[in-house]
């Protein structure tokens, strides 16, 4: 069964970190690029960071950009987005994604265009 769980969702300040994990069940990671998508109550789903299969290679959106790392580690087929300097704009719900493709190519344009698996989300408030 193919599956993806996210975690390490919360409640922070303004200013403050997370980290979120996405952990895959069914599939081999490895192959996959996957991405993470987030959405605030009454907005589309919009796309924030990708990464590759072999982690060479990642995407951010310009929101996200210097303040947001993606990364995995395919040894324990789990992808992870570490959040910094977070603001009250990033409250949300996180979701990852697996793609079909082993690229983020297309993702900046399409996001959600080749995501195929997605996990049940978790929810991240950034608040004083």
């Known amino acids: 069964q193919v599956q993806l769980v996210e975690s390490g969702g919360g409640l922070v300040q303004p200013g403050g970190s997370l980290r979120l994990s996405c952990a895959a069940s069914g599939f081999t990671l490895d192959y996959y690029a996957v991405g993470w998508f987030r959405q605030a109550p009454g907005k589309e789903r919009e796309g924030v960071s990708c990464?590759?299969?072999?982690?060479?290679?990642?995407y951010y959106a310009d929101s996200v950009k210097g303040r947001f790392t993606i990364s995995r580690d395919n040894t324990k087929n789990t992808v992870y987005l570490q959040m910094n300097s977070l603001k009250p704009e990033d409250t949300a719900v996180y979701y990852c994604?697996?793609?079909?493709?082993?690229?983020?190519?297309?993702?900046?344009?399409?996001?959600?265009?080749?995501?195929?698996?997605w996990g049940q989300g978790t929810q991240v408030t950034v608040s004083s």
């Open positions: 990464i590759n299969s072999s982690g060479s290679r990642t």
């Open positions: 994604a697996k793609r079909k493709y082993n690229y983020c190519s297309g993702y900046g344009s399409t996001p959600l265009y080749g995501a195929d698996y």
